[in-house]
C-alpha cells in the first residue's frame, strides 16, 4: 500500500508529533543509566496528541516541599495521556542522592489526608474524607427534628462528586430580602438571600467555602410540619447535582412563626408567572418569552399577510433560550450593502444590520415581488440556532423599497464557500473535521423529513476554521415533493436516478455529499474536464464517475465515498451513517508501516549505493517484489 501521507496529529494546535520528538532528543536531560535512558525514550515516542504528558528523566534537585503522605507494597498502572480521568499520569522518572532509589513522578492525583487516589483527578476531591468530615459534625447542627436530620444525614452521605450540593439544615435568620412570588392552596413560592450561602467545593484549596448572598427560592408547603413524610417526598423530587435542567435543592429550613418546613431550592422558578424555567442554567422561561413575542405582534407589520404569519410562526418555533428570533427587518437598518455573489435564483450582498451591530448576509430573491410557497418554504428551511447544527442560521425577512422584491436576511459567513476554503486545509483531520460538520447539517435536514437537493461545494459556507454550514437552501423541501418536469442543480453533483426523472431522496443527497468528498480529496471539480451536457448526463447514468488516485487517499475513506455515489441509491449509507464512518477518529490516515521519522544510522541502507556507477540501473523500491522480479 502506499503512503498517505505523514500528518500533524493536531491541526488547531499546530503539533506535528515527528518534529515534537527530534525536539525531546535535542533536550532532554540524560539519566546516565541506558536502561532508564530506553525507558523514557520509548514513553516518549507513545505521545500521539499536543495534550499527553512528555515522559521525562527529572533531576531530584528540581522537588521541594516533599511529604510523605502514604506507604504501599503494590504497583499501578500510570498513563502519559492528556484527559485520562481516573488514571494517574506520569511525568517521569528521578533518583534519590542518598538511597540511590529510583522515582516515578506522578501527577498530584492523591488525597494528602488519606493518600488515597483521587476518584476523577481534576476534581481534586476525596469522597472518603468528605463524608467523614460531615460526619463529624453531625452534631454540630440539628432541625429537632429525627425523621428531618436523619434525611438530612443521608442526602449529605450521598454526594459523589466534588460539584454534588451538600444539602443542609438552614437556619430561618439566614435569609433576607424575601419576596413573594406565586401563592397556592399548597404552599408559597418566595425569592430570597442566603446570607452565608451553600458549601462550593474549591478545587485550588482543595476544601470547601461558602457562596455568600446566594439567590434561592424558598417553598413552603402548608402545614408540612403535621406531614413530615410527604414533605420529604417533596424533597426527593429534587436533585443534588448540577447542570441536571432539574432543580437542585440546597436543604430545609423552617418557619419560626407558622412551625411549616420549607424546601430551600436554586433560583429556578419564573418571576413572571412562578413556573419552573424551561431552561434552568440560564433561567428562561420560554412559555414568558412566547407570550411577550405574541404581545408584540401588534407592534410591527410587514403590510403582507403571508409575511406576517410566517414571521409569527418563526418566532413561536423558538426552544431554546438562544434561538433566533426571526424579525421583520426594514430595509433602512442596512448599511454598507456590496454584491458578494450572484446566482440564477438571487444575488447576495454583505450588509451591516445597524441594531444589532453585526454582519449580515442579504439574499434578494429574482421575481420575488408576489410571495410564493417556494420562498416561504426556503425561508423556513434555514436555521433558528445560532450555531451548531451546520445549517446557515436566519434573522429575519426584509423587502427592497424599490424593486419591491423580498430579501431573506442571513447569517454572514466570512470564510467563503468550500471551494475557495479549501485551499486553506492541507491536511486530512481538518478535511474531515469539515466534512462531519457537512454530514451533521445533512443530517438535520434528513431527520426534518426533507431533502436539500442542490447540495455542491458552492452551497457550503465555512467559518474560516473546520466548521461548516450548508446554505442555499432554495429547493429544499419535504421528501417526494417535487416536479419531476425540472431538474436543479450542478450536473456532477447530481445522482444518476434524478437525472433519469426519478423522485428526489435522501439517497440523492448522499450521492451530492459523495462528490463532495471527491472535491475535498483532490481539490478538482469532479468531471471539470467535460463538458455538461447530455452526453456526461449519459455516462453518469451508466456508472462512470471522477478518477481518483486510490493511493493518496485513506482505503476507509475511498470506500465510503463509492458507496456515497453508488449507482443504486439503496446500497448507499445514510446520513447518520456517514457521519460515524467519516468521523476522524474511524478514518485511519496510515503510513507505511517501514517508514521512521526519528533520526536512525542510515548506512545499513546506503553502503551498497557506493558500488553502483553512473551506468548503473537503480531498483525502483516504491514498486512491489513482483515488479521487480517482472522486470529481471
Given at each position: 500500500?502506499?503512503?498517505?501521507?505523514?500528518?500533524?496529529?493536531?491541526?488547531?494546535?499546530?503539533?506535528?508529533?515527528?518534529c515534537r520528538i527530534n525536539e525531546l532528543e535535542k533536550i532532554c536531560i540524560k539519566s546516565g543509566n541506558q536502561k532508564i535512558d530506553n525507558i523514557i525514550q520509548t514513553m516518549?515516542?507513545?505521545?500521539?496528541?499536543?495534550?499527553?504528558?512528555?515522559?521525562?528523566?527529572?533531576?531530584?534537585?528540581?522537588?521541594?516541599?516533599?511529604?510523605?503522605?502514604?506507604?504501599?507494597?503494590f504497583i499501578k498502572s500510570y498513563s502519559i495521556k492528556?484527559?485520562?480521568?481516573?488514571?494517574?499520569?506520569?511525568?517521569?522518572?528521578?533518583?534519590?542522592?542518598?538511597?540511590k532509589n529510583y522515582i516515578m513522578v506522578l501527577e498530584d492525583g492523591y488525597c494528602e489526608n488519606c493518600g488515597d487516589q483521587y476518584i476523577v483527578?481534576?476534581?481534586?476531591?476525596?469522597?472518603?474524607?468528605?463524608?467523614?468530615?460531615?460526619?463529624?459534625?453531625?452534631?454540630?447542627?440539628?432541625?429537632?427534628?429525627e425523621k428531618i436530620d436523619n434525611f438530612i444525614q443521608e442526602m449529605q452521605l450521598s454526594?459523589?462528586?466534588?460539584?454534588?450540593?451538600?444539602?443542609?439544615?438552614?437556619?430561618?435568620?439566614?435569609?433576607?430580602?424575601?419576596?413573594?412570588?406565586?401563592?397556592?392552596?399548597?404552599?408559597n413560592l418566595h425569592?430570597?438571600?442566603?446570607?452565608?450561602?451553600?458549601?462550593?467545593?474549591?478545587?485550588?484549596?482543595?476544601?470547601?467555602?461558602?457562596?455568600?448572598?446566594?439567590?434561592?427560592?424558598?417553598?413552603?408547603?402548608?402545614?408540612?410540619?403535621?406531614?413530615?413524610?410527604?414533605?420529604?417526598?417533596?424533597?426527593?423530587?429534587?436533585?443534588?447535582?448540577?447542570?441536571?435542567?432539574?432543580?437542585?435543592?440546597?436543604?430545609?429550613?423552617?418557619?419560626?412563626?407558622?412551625?411549616?418546613?420549607?424546601?430551600?431550592?436554586?433560583?429556578?422558578?419564573?418571576?413572571?408567572?412562578?413556573?419552573?424555567?424551561?431552561?434552568?442554567?440560564?433561567?428562561?422561561?420560554?412559555?414568558?418569552?412566547?407570550?411577550?413575542?405574541?404581545e408584540d405582534f401588534k407592534n410591527w407589520t410587514s403590510e403582507n399577510e403571508k409575511i406576517d404569519k410566517f414571521i409569527q410562526e418563526m418566532q413561536l418555533r423558538i426552544n431554546e433560550y438562544n434561538s433566533i428570533v426571526v424579525k421583520w427587518i426594514p430595509y433602512n437598518q442596512f448599511d454598507n450593502i456590496k454584491e458578494i455573489g450572484t446566482g440564477g435564483f438571487a444575488t447576495v450582498y454583505s450588509a451591516k444590520w445597524r441594531d444589532s451591530n453585526i454582519m449580515i448576509a442579504l439574499k434578494y430573491l429574482h421575481n420575488s415581488q408576489n410571495i410564493t410557497n417556494e420562498f416561504l418554504n426556503e425561508a423556513k428551511s434555514y436555521s433558528i440556532k445560532e450555531c451548531s447544527d451546520n445549517i446557515l442560521p436566519i434573522y429575519g425577512i426584509s423587502q427592497n423599497p424599490d424593486t419591491r422584491n423580498y430579501i431573506i436576511v442571513l447569517k454572514y459567513i466570512g470564510g467563503g464557500n468550500l471551494g475557495e476554503h479549501i485551499k486553506k486545509v492541507y491536511h486530512w483531520p481538518g478535511k474531515l473535521q469539515l466534512l462531519v460538520s457537512i454530514i451533521n447539517g445533512l443530517k438535520i435536514i434528513h431527520k426534518n423529513q426533507k431533502v436539500h437537493r442542490d447540495l455542491h461545494i458552492g452551497n457550503i459556507l465555512c467559518n474560516g476554521g473546520y466548521s461548516a454550514c450548508i446554505s442555499d437552501m432554495g429547493l429544499c423541501g419535504e421528501v417526494d415533493n417535487i416536479d419531476k418536469t425540472k431538474i436543479y442543480g450542478v450536473m456532477?453533483?447530481?445522482?444518476?436516478?434524478?437525472?433519469?426523472?426519478?423522485?428526489?431522496?435522501?439517497?440523492?443527497?448522499?450521492?451530492?455529499?459523495?462528490?463532495?468528498?471527491?472535491?475535498?480529496?483532490?481539490?478538482?471539480?469532479?468531471?471539470?474536464?467535460?463538458?455538461?451536457?447530455?452526453?456526461l448526463a449519459l455516462s453518469i447514468c451508466n456508472g462512470f464517475r471522477p478518477e481518483i488516485n486510490e493511493q493518496e487517499v485513506p482505503k476507509c475513506y475511498n470506500e465510503l465515498m463509492k458507496k456515497c455515489w453508488d449507482p443504486n441509491p439503496k446500497n448507499r449509507p445514510n446520513a447518520v451513517e456517514v457521519e460515524e464512518r467519516a468521523n476522524p477518529k474511524n478514518i485511519q490516515l496510515t503510513i507505511h508501516p517501514e517508514a521512521y521519522y526519528t533520526s536512525r544510522l542510515l548506512n545499513p541502507y546506503t553502503k551498497d549505493l557506493l558500488k553502483w556507477d553512473n551506468n548503473s540501473t537503480l531498483i525502483d523500491f516504491t514498486k512491489s517484489s513482483n515488479d521487480y522480479s517482472a522486470e529481471q
Open positions: 500500500m502506499g503512503v498517505v501521507e505523514h500528518v500533524a496529529i493536531n491541526i488547531e494546535y499546530k503539533w506535528c508529533k515527528p516518549q515516542l507513545e505521545i500521539g496528541d499536543y495534550c499527553d504528558q512528555i515522559f521525562e528523566w527529572i533531576p531530584y534537585n528540581q522537588f521541594v516541599n516533599i511529604k510523605e503522605i502514604r506507604r504501599d507494597d492528556g484527559y485520562s480521568g481516573k488514571t494517574v499520569k506520569i511525568y517521569g522518572i528521578s533518583q534519590d542522592p542518598n538511597t483527578l481534576s476534581d481534586k476531591w476525596c469522597r472518603s474524607c468528605q463524608i467523614n468530615n460531615l460526619k463529624e459534625k453531625f452534631g454540630n447542627w440539628t432541625s429537632e427534628n454526594i459523589n462528586r466534588y460539584g454534588d450540593i451538600v444539602f443542609e439544615w438552614v437556619p430561618y435568620d439566614q435569609f433576607d430580602k424575601i419576596n413573594d412570588i406565586e401563592s397556592s392552596d399548597f404552599g425569592l430570597a438571600l442566603w446570607m452565608d450561602g451553600p458549601l462550593h467545593y474549591n478545587r485550588v484549596r482543595k476544601k470547601y467555602i461558602r457562596i455568600n448572598d446566594k439567590r434561592v427560592t424558598l417553598k413552603c408547603l402548608h402545614d408540612s410540619r403535621n406531614s413530615i413524610d410527604e414533605f420529604l417526598n417533596e424533597a426527593k423530587s429534587y436533585s443534588i447535582k448540577y447542570f441536571d435542567n432539574i432543580l437542585t435543592i440546597y436543604g430545609i429550613s423552617q418557619n419560626p412563626n407558622t412551625k411549616d418546613y420549607i424546601l430551600v431550592l436554586q433560583d429556578g422558578y419564573c418571576e413572571k408567572c412562578g413556573e419552573v424555567y424551561t431552561d434552568l442554567c440560564y433561567n428562561w422561561c420560554k412559555p414568558c418569552q412566547i407570550n411577550d413575542l405574541k456532477p453533483y447530481v445522482a444518476p436516478e434524478v437525472l433519469r426523472g426519478c423522485i428526489y431522496t435522501h439517497a440523492a443527497d448522499i450521492y451530492s455529499f459523495g462528490m463532495i468528498m471527491y472535491f475535498m480529496t483532490t481539490k478538482r471539480q469532479p468531471f471539470a474536464n467535460y463538458s455538461h451536457d447530455q452526453y
